[in-house]
């Protein structure tokens, strides 16, 4: 039986950079300590990545995990995020309670977002943005027992 998604994994060229954005922007605390995969010699058949070195830390905020990553070597395929019509993971999204005051905080943390201001559409209001590497993260405002796109309540 599948419980639910648990954590989503980023990597990074800059880990203490990226963890003190999600901190600040989503209030995400530090799981437990810094850890290598170098450490772990499980890592290699678990990922796939013959003899990997990593740094990463595992955050969580309300129901949500995140798993960072800063790789040694950085890999050398392309380095650039996925935009939101590539193949792959793309962006995931936060629900916010009032969309319009998360837009003006995340803004003034440094949050960069692709539109002025949220997009109404019908009940809901979206609009994407990016963390410091360019990572997209969808702010999304849903009435409770809307129906077609459901509220976490």
Known sequence: MIRGIHHIGIHTRDIDRLRAFYEKAFGFKLVDRERNLKDFPEAGPITGVPDPVARFVLLKANNCFLE????TPPSDRQQSPLRPNDLGYTHFGVEVTDIETE???LSQVGMEF???MPVKSGPNSSVYGKDPDGNIIELQQVPAGDGS????D
């Open 114 to 116: 692709v539109h002025p």
């Open 68 to 71: 960072l990553f800063e790789w």
């Open 103 to 105: 837009y003006r905080r």
């Open 149 to 152: 796109f459901d509220s976490l």
